[in-house]
Nanobody
Framework: QVQLVESGGGLVQPGGSLRLSCVVS????????MGWYRQAPGKQRELVAN???????NYADSVKGRFTISRDNAKNTMYLQMNSLKPEDTAVYYC?????????WGQGTQVTVSS
């Protein structure tokens, strides 16, 4: 059974930083694409960034230059380093795994940016 568990969310002031982690179990982590999505209250879930099993990385325009996605295949973990956080980054952040036509989601971690 594939499981994704996010951690690292919390409350941070504008301009601050957080690093999210997503640990994957039950699957060969090095195969397949991974991504971070977020959903703010009253809004649809949106892509933040994704990374393939190769070197392709894609970011939403709203986070380019501030967020960095990475993966450590040896640790079965994906990360999202978030710098220069803004109040509009407040949302529940989810990790997603896509492999062989299947997709899996984590339970989400809350990120709140507020003074």
């Amino acid at each position: 059974q594939v499981q994704l568990v996010e951690s690292g969310g919390g409350l941070v002031q504008p301009g601050g930083s957080l690093r999210l982690s997503c640990v994957v179990s039950g699957s060969i982590f090095s195969i397949g694409a991974m991504g971070w999505y977020r959903q703010a209250p009253g809004k649809q879930r949106e892509l933040v960034a994704n990374i393939t099993s190769g070197v392709y990385i894609n970011y939403a325009d709203s986070v380019k230059g501030r967020f960095t996605i990475s993966r450590d295949n040896a640790k079965n973990t994906m990360y999202l380093q978030m710098n220069s956080l803004k109040p509009e980054d407040t949302a529940v952040y989810y990790c997603r795994r896509s492999v062989r036509g299947n997709e899996y989601w984590g339970q989400g971690t809350q990120v709140t940016v507020s003074s």
